[in-house]
């Protein structure tokens, strides 16, 4: 069982930087496609980035291209997203995924692809 744990949230001012880390426990994490998703209240939970297992090929919403970068170290089992010039509407919480069975495409985008969850980070942007 995949355990994960998010941290690194926080609130920050517009134009400002935040890093959010995701440490997993339970097993390795090489054999995981990883993913960052947030949901922001009264919205449903969106896409932001995506990483292979390898860390060779990452993925993002089209809002966030040029300022966020997702990373891993599967060597501290750990999986990363760099946020940088955040904006008000960035703010939301913000949650770490694991997933098995994917294998990027556009399948990967969807929360359904992923059976381990972290418990989400804060993240507030203030304007």
């Known amino acids: 069982q995949v355990q994960l744990v998010e941290s690194g949230g926080g609130l920050v001012q517009a134009g400002g930087s935040l890093r959010l880390s995701c440490a997993a426990s339970g097993y390795t994490l090489t054999s995981y496609y990883m993913a960052w998703f947030r949901q922001a209240p009264g919205k449903e939970r969106e896409f932001v980035a995506t990483?292979?297992?390898?860390?060779?090929?990452?993925d993002y919403a089209d809002s966030e291209k040029g300022r966020f970068t997702i990373s891993r170290d599967n060597a501290k089992n750990a999986v990363y997203l760099q946020m940088n010039s955040l904006k008000p509407e960035d703010t939301a919480v913000y949650y770490c995924?694991?997933?098995?069975?994917?294998?990027?495409?556009?399948?990967?985008?969807?929360?359904?692809?992923?059976?381990?969850w972290g418990q989400g980070t804060q993240v507030t942007v203030s304007s």
């Open positions: 990483i292979s297992r390898s860390g060779s090929s990452t």
């Open positions: 995924a694991a997933s098995a069975s994917v294998y990027g495409g556009t399948y990967a985008k969807s929360p359904r692809a992923y059976n381990y």
